[in-house]
């Protein structure tokens, strides 16, 4: 059986994505749900927040293989297979495979394979770099019997964020209120529909291929890319932009949302506070997250020796429910048993 797959994505940066699948992935494992958090953004931003720059430095320079995401595929860049993934056992029930600034060179491989997986032959090589990424996430589900993989992708529609999202199974979407995410919005639906429609033509051709005879225990994602709600940023008053630019924004999310994401109709007057498809409103938790950076702590972690005196130690609290709110949703959607 497959362990499922949860995607945080929005092609718009600065959304604060890398920072909820960090303290997601702290609160899966405290509720004793064992994760894989994958870095597939060639940023490696979430391998930044769980490792100090020591321990990265390391394990990039020593390039053993299996102990990046980009060291288990580097192999099919020749002619070699994928490497068996290393993982980084950060806490009980908490494992990351590293993120790699040297991704960024799949890229080709991925966008030359992409149409050859629609051949009439010689389909096995196409398909497998094609679907490389899930099979790397897989194997280290196995490796240490995972309830869930989070995956972290940069922002971008380009060919190693479709292979990512061809191996997802569910994506959540955070988004900032303005128009820059919304107009992500307006690429990422179509985008992932033209995505899954093209992997299936492509499932189609593989099952009808000589190829797959050859190869009867070779497994394949099904694209499946369910979304299943967004996030939305809470305005701060320390940003510049008044309150009424916001409320212009936040409110135009969930009918852009059904409309381009789900290609569902409009809602007349439908807020965010009322939506089903918003998970939550994220909180800034202000000057929380460096300290949490500071000491590669979630900031539900900090305590009054790292700083967290005053009013920030009822933050700290505050975001210890938030976030175990959010965590509970989403295991609900997904099918995760809490």
Known sequence: MNTPVLTFFNNKGGVGKTSLIYHLAWVFAGLHKRVVAVDLDPQANLTAAFLDEDRIEAIWSESKPG?????????????????QPALQNLATDLYLLPGDVALSSFEETLSTEWPNSMGDNNLYRPMRILSSFWQVMQMAADKVQADIILADIGPNLGAINRSVLLATDYVVIPLGADLYSLQGLHNLGPSLRSWKNLWKKRLDNWNNSQDKNQHPNFRLPLGNMQPIGYLCQQHSVRLSRPVKAYDKWIQRIPN?????VLNEATINGMKPEEDPYCLATIKHYRSLIPMGQEYHKPIFHLTPA????????????DAKKDFTQLTTKIASQIGVKL
């Open 306 to 317: 790292d700083g967290a005196i005053g009013s920030h130690a009822n933050a700290v609290q």
């Open 67 to 83: 102990s990046t995401i980009y060291q288990c595929v580097k192999p099919l860049t020749g002619v070699g297979d994928i490497h």
């Open 256 to 260: 852009v949302y059904r409309q381009q």
